[in-house]
């Protein structure tokens, strides 16, 4: 499944892993738990965010 790597230089120095948001091609938009992201050359796509309620 891709994902998007939330991620930056500061974070990799002090952190051992980093966070991946899964991707999904199921619809719908569900806020906050699911959100459409555009990537160029890829069909819509919605961030999956685990663990909010």
């Given at each position: 499944?891709p994902?998007?790597?939330?991620?930056?230089?500061?974070?990799?120095?002090?952190?051992d892993?980093?966070?991946?948001?899964p991707?999904?091609?199921?619809?719908?938009?569900?806020?906050p738990?699911?959100?459409?992201?555009?990537?160029?050359?890829?069909?819509?796509?919605?961030?999956?965010i685990?663990g909010i309620?």
């Open positions: 499944r994902g998007i790597v939330v991620s930056n230089s500061i974070q990799n120095e002090l952190l892993s980093v966070v991946i948001v991707l999904s091609s199921r619809a719908p938009e569900i806020w738990l699911r959100f459409r992201v555009e990537l160029p050359g890829m069909k819509a796509s919605y961030a999956v685990p309620r």
